[in-house]
């Protein structure tokens, strides 16, 4: 069984940042890939970051330039830092995790909300 917990949402002005964590445990195999996926109200759960056990990582279109996704083995934990932030960012963010021998199960978080208001 994985447990993920998000922390670090909030409100924040347009142009801010915060730095969103996710601390996972509880899992005897390995997490081989972990992202961050967010939720505005009325619209669809759509992908923010990803990265790959070997590093890589994938950014949305909309957010490549100002958030950085990475992941600290040694705490079990995956961030996000946010930068520039825009209202548009605002939704509730999620951390995930997949976890190949498992059949590529997904493990969800459940969420923090981030808020872009001036």
């Known amino acids: 069984q994985v447990q993920l917990v998000e922390s670090g949402g909030g409100l924040v002005q347009p142009g801010g940042s915060l730095r969103l964590s996710c601390a996972y445990s509880?899992?005897?195999?390995?997490?081989?890939?972990m992202g961050w996926y967010r939720q505005a109200p009325g619209k669809e759960r759509e992908l923010v970051a990803t990265i790959a056990g070997g590093g890589t990582t994938n950014y949305a279109d909309a957010v490549k330039g100002r958030f950085t996704i990475s992941r600290l083995y040694t705490m079990n934990t995956v961030y996000l830092q946010m930068n520039s932030l825009k209202p548009e960012d605002t939704a509730v963010y999620y951390c995930?995790?997949?976890?190949?021998?498992?059949?590529?199960?997904?493990?969800w978080g459940r969420g923090t909300q981030v808020t872009v208001s001036s």
């Open positions: 995930n995790g997949i976890v190949n021998a498992l059949g590529r199960r997904d493990f």
């Open positions: 509880g899992s005897i195999f390995t997490i081989n890939t």
